[in-house]
């Protein structure tokens, strides 16, 4: 399982921990990941994600996984997320259409 949120592409980065005499040392910077499970109203099922907490906040904040997926851009999506973002679509157009 790779270290990437699933919603917003943030990964691993890697730098310099700097001690107090200035020596570097090479670090890694994992992003704060957690397994949550979201409900989806347009699906109206609850889906499992990998995501970081920052994500987490701002699914909240956009009010749900279904607003979040419609403003994210496709790219930075997990193959997972890209499927689901699809359904979500696919729901919405054929309740305008009904």
Partial sequence: ?????????????????????NRKTKTRFLPNLVNVTLASEALARSVRLRISAAALRSVEHRGGLDAF???????????????????IEKKQAAAASA
């Fill in 69 to 87: 997926l419609a403003k994210a851009k496709t790219e930075e999506l997990s193959q997972n997320a890209r499927t689901l973002k699809r359904e």
């Fill in 1 to 21: 399982m790779s270290r990437r949120c699933e919603l917003t592409g943030k990964g691993v980065q890697s730098g310099n921990l700097v001690s107090h005499s």
